[in-house]
């Protein structure tokens, strides 16, 4: 009975010392708005433009009032931004006297200085991006900000600014370095990658640094393979063509299984995805990471990379403690089987410690 009780202690201490993981689970890593619409405001949050050197584009704003009272008071300004962390959220530079950064298009890209918009109505204004014959190949991005004008404050509803982000290429010879600084199963909550859950994960995220001179929208798959065999497969892993900027390092998010959702904001119709349940079973999973990136005219790189990690909730590691107790126990008895059959049963011994004889 002793060896069954040891056998029961060592199972118990394995169940704590898995229980500890999930309450320290193991962890590979540890300002400004870019809304389309800001209260009464509705603007274009992005604008791409690949220019020569050398050579212009001119464009349109156009800009809405969703105020349908109200007339919108409007400045414009170009600024430039730079990331604020890991995610696609940029800092704005509000300092007019900064120092231009090394991408910066504010020099080049012409906006009127105010404009009025009728209620409920839209404005057209034009806008102009002119690129110097001797800047060199690369990523070039500003933002054009709006904000309001009225001295006191105009509309009530439009407490900040909104901005909409310009991006320029301009073609050659560029520098193209991305690295992958992590990947793997991730906590989108807590922001984390994790290698021990119990809760089903339904993210695969992973983190990008671009040490080159253009911002890189990467392309590829992701594959997930349980400890059967079953594969999961997410094709598209950067649906938004998402950007990693200069100098930054980016985590991309990418959901396991999509779930559409349709929205109504403002009397239009917008659908919206995201990540629901794929229905994995508890285990130990491995995903491997495939990506391309290259800008046109330069050679498509490819990056790989490989994780894993263990999906185990509470249920299944009681079931498991069962299992084992079950198991050791049958074990035990068909040890003591053993025993008895081919060794007979245990002589008993005196209080001396010497065998007792048999009469």
Known sequence: MKGFKSIVLAVLAIFGVTASLFVHPTSVQAQASNSANSAALSITPKKNYQIEAGSSVDDKLTIRN???????QLSLS???FTYTDDSGTPKLILDKDADPTTWSL???LKVPESVTVAPGSSKTVDMSVRIPSKLGAG????????STGAPDGGNVGLSASGVTLVFVTVPGTVNEDLTVKNFGAYDSKDKKYIFMTSDEPTVIAYTLENKGNVTESPVGSIKLQDMFGHQYTISNVNPNKSLALIGQSRTFNSCIKLQSQDLNFQGSEASANTCTS???????YTASLDLYYGQN???????TKTASFWYLPLWSIVALVIVLLVLAYVTW???RWFRAKFYGPKTPRSKSGRLARRR
């Open 139 to 146: 990523s070039y991005y500003s933002a054009i900000m709006y």
């Open 78 to 80: 170009v600024i430039d």
């Open 333 to 335: 008895r068909i040890v």
């Open 66 to 72: 969703l105020d349908t009272s109200n007339s919108l």
């Open 278 to 284: 794929a229905g994995l079973w508890p285990g130990y």
């Open 297 to 303: 005219g330069n050679l498509t790189k490819e990056l």
């Open 106 to 108: 504010r020099s080049y």
